[in-house]
């Protein structure tokens, strides 16, 4: 599995777009980019993924680059409740249904 | 739909006693994989189910054990526990008609506590 990077920790005011890179710089072509967020002591919770192009949902947007090294997850207008610890995950066929999580980025959005 | 659920969601046993925690997919869902959750060794994968056969392992010792059944409903034990064994159980579900590139869905997790 491609391994991601990424930071610790961001923080952002309320009700501004939070933005969160990730770096997957071995990612092979078919590799999904997907994202997870994890609220305390809960269950991830799935966000949204993507392949090449930029995805979005009504939870978030996927930006991928060109070159599929690195993605950015935007929240656009982060919330209390969006405080939460985020994780990029690179997942394909040859890793079946297994998702190998990282460290994550501990997202606090502030009041 | 109902989500994945786990139960029981809280629970505490002693050391050297074994457990075994529950997980109903999604309606539909075929695939059950199961994950640990620790402080220090963070979300690690445990094992996956699928048609009732193992298709992939972690790297656990072997008192960790699970098993699928025929309406895809699945169970993880661990025999005698460790206090290490402390830890949030998550299971999730996939569809998995096409397998590695299906989304995860994640129960609200088991809680276990071993004094």
């Known amino acids: 599995d491609a391994k991601t990077t990424q930071p610790p920790s961001m923080d952002c005011a309320e009700g501004r777009a939070a933005n969160l890179p990730c770096n997957h710089s071995?990612?092979?072509?078919?590799?999904?980019v997907y994202w997870y967020r994890q609220i305390h002591s809960q269950g991830p919770q799935y966000i949204i993924h993507?392949?090449?192009n930029n995805e979005t949902n009504e939870m978030a947007s996927l930006i991928i680059t060109e070159d599929r090294k690195s993605s950015t997850l935007i929240l656009p207008h982060a919330t209390l409740r969006d405080t939460a610890v985020y994780y990029c995950i690179v997942r394909g066929k040859s890793s079946g249904d297994k998702l190998t999580f990282g460290t994550g980025t501990r997202l606090a959005v502030r009041p | 739909k109902a989500g994945v659920t786990q139960t029981p969601r809280y629970l505490i046993k002693t050391r050297g006693q074994q457990v075994t925690l529950s997980c109903s997919p999604i309606s539909g869902h075929r695939s059950v994989s199961w994950y640990q959750q620790t402080p220090g060794q963070g979300l690690q994968f445990l094992f996956e189910y699928f048609s009732e056969t193992q298709r992939n392992k972690g790297n656990f010792p072997g008192r960790f054990s699970g098993r699928q059944f025929s309406n895809s409903r699945s169970e993880m034990n661990v025999s005698t526990l460790e206090l290490g064994d402390s830890a949030l159980y998550l299971c999730?579900?996939?569809?998995?008609?096409?397998?590695?590139?299906?989304?995860?869905?994640f129960g609200p997790g088991t809680r276990l506590l071993v004094l």
């Open positions: 993507g392949l090449k």
């Open positions: 999730a579900s996939s569809p998995t008609v096409d397998r590695g590139t299906e989304t995860q869905y």
């Open positions: 071995t990612i092979s072509g078919n590799e999904y």
